[in-house]
């Protein structure tokens, strides 16, 4: 997938475009220089190519201010890293001595650049953006991100550069990533199953700055595995070295099939790991909670129960996640994690027959209906799986939007007691009912 990086100098409109092109509100919107100080990562698509897009913080070349410097160190690392940029400007304030030294650095950078003239609200405002080709980046694009004015047209410019096909879409081998805080021996695995020194092993955080691929035959099965860089809190990176490894590991999880999120037995879990397996879950990926450093840990036999049982009470929702407990050092159990991502890919690759959905759930949603909200008695009609890697199910109901999130979690809990999903997130699709499934299965 290909990367595409907005950069430009404060208060332009860069995380007003982010927000339109990957259709949320994830970045903060203020009309106040240096809002976006930390790169935020999304995901747009635009004639049938998906992109990962990076906001960066304002760009101001030159400058000694702390905080400033910090913010174009970030955007150097997203133009490193980035095939595609966007280098938005703003039209109302016209060419500044900011905008001609970003400029200068993106015209010999190699990249393609797309010269984005923003606050372009109007026609006229359109005839102005093209003071803007004296920055020698060709011809702008005057857009209105805020309302969306004219952003097709850029991206259409952007899609005919985009890669057609991510190049791991040939690559037919399960991906096991291998994601958590530093220093939680994320490595020291990847080589205890390597059975050699592929990753550099050290007792410094962060030592890993790169995703680092490897493939492992176990039984006759290729496996991919991948060794990530440990996603910190933004608060704690202070290397901006460190910034380029949290942008690699979201790419790792986005590109494997399961991920492994490690954690130090010693520390137990903490609100950084919550957040990594909350970002697993977005994607979409199969999880698998290994607990590594088990063998510094004093134990008696309810040790582990109690140890799973704390995770579980602080993960309710992740109820389907296997937890294992290892240790790389002395190689205990650490077989299990493929063993146990295998499993969970097959549970990816399901699929459920229709027939067996309906004779199967139905009756016990007919049991056990959901309540009756504004005066209406909601029924579910029929279920169907309509995809998969994640498994998607469609329940055909007559009041979609009234069905309550209590209840959709019972639904939830109900299918996966019938049907082996675990390790992998399911998602549900409510669709209002229609006569041709109005047949009941017998």
Request: charged fraction near 30%; glycine fraction near 6%; aromatic fraction near 8%.
């Amino acid at each position: 997938m290909d990367l595409v990086a907005i950069v430009g100098r404060p208060n332009v409109g860069k995380s007003t475009l982010f927000n339109r092109l990957i259709g949320l509100r994830k970045a903060i919107v203020e009309a106040v220089p240096g809002v976006t100080r930390d790169r935020i990562y999304g995901v747009s698509e635009w004639n049938g190519k998906k992109f990962m897009v990076i906001d960066t913080g304002g760009f101001i070349p030159g400058t000694e201010d702390t905080i400033e410097k910090a913010v174009r160190e970030q955007a150097m690392i997203a133009i490193q890293e980035a095939q595609h940029i966007l280098f938005v400007t703003d039209v109302k304030s016209g060419i500044t001595s900011f905008d001609e030294d970003i400029a200068k650095i993106l015209r010999v950078s190699g990249k393609n650049v797309l010269l984005i003239v923003n606050k372009c609200d109007n026609v006229e405002l359109d005839y102005s953006s093209y003071e803007f080709v004296k920055l020698g980046l060709g011809d702008p694009f005057p857009i209105s991100a805020s309302s969306g004015r004219n952003t097709g047209d850029f991206l259409d410019a952007l899609a005919e550069k985009l890669t057609a096909s991510d190049l791991d879409v040939t690559d037919k081998n399960l991906k096991i990533a291998f994601v958590g805080r530093p220093n939680v021996g994320k490595s020291s695995l990847t080589n205890a199953l390597l059975g050699e020194e592929r990753s550099i092993v050290t007792d410094i955080p962060s030592t890993t700055r790169d995703s680092i691929d490897s493939v492992i035959r176990y039984y006759g099965e290729e496996i991919t595995l991948i060794d990530t860089a440990g996603l910190r809190k933004k608060s704690n990176i202070k290397e901006n070295i460190e910034m380029l490894s949290v942008l690699r590991t979201s790419r790792a999880i986005e590109r494997c099939d399961i991920a492994a999120v490690i954690l130090d037995a010693t520390r137990g879990l903490e609100d950084q790991d919550k957040k990594i397996i909350n970002q697993v879950e977005e994607n979409r990926k199969g999880i698998i909670i290994a607990v590594n450093k088990w063998d510094l840990i004093e134990k008696d036999e309810k040790t582990a129960d109690n140890f799973r049982k704390k995770i579980r009470d602080s993960l309710e929702t992740y109820y389907y996640v296997p937890i294992i407990f290892v240790s790389a050092v002395t190689k205990q159990r650490i077989t299990k994690i493929i063993d146990l991502a295998r499993i969970i890919q097959l549970n990816r690759k399901k699929r459920i027959k229709t027939s067996e959905l309906n004779q199967i759930l139905l009756p016990i949603f007919g049991k056990n209906t959901p309540p009756s909200v504004r005066g209406y008695d909601l029924r579910i009609n029929y279920i169907t799986q309509v995809g998969t890697e994640p498994p998607i199910f469609a329940f055909f109901l007559n009041h979609p939007n009234l069905l309550p999130e209590q209840y959709k979690r019972f639904m939830e809990r109900t299918l996966r007691e019938h049907f082996n999903f675990e390790g992998t997130p399911i998602s549900f699709i409510f669709r209002r009912k229609n006569k041709k499934w109005e047949e009941r299965f017998e």
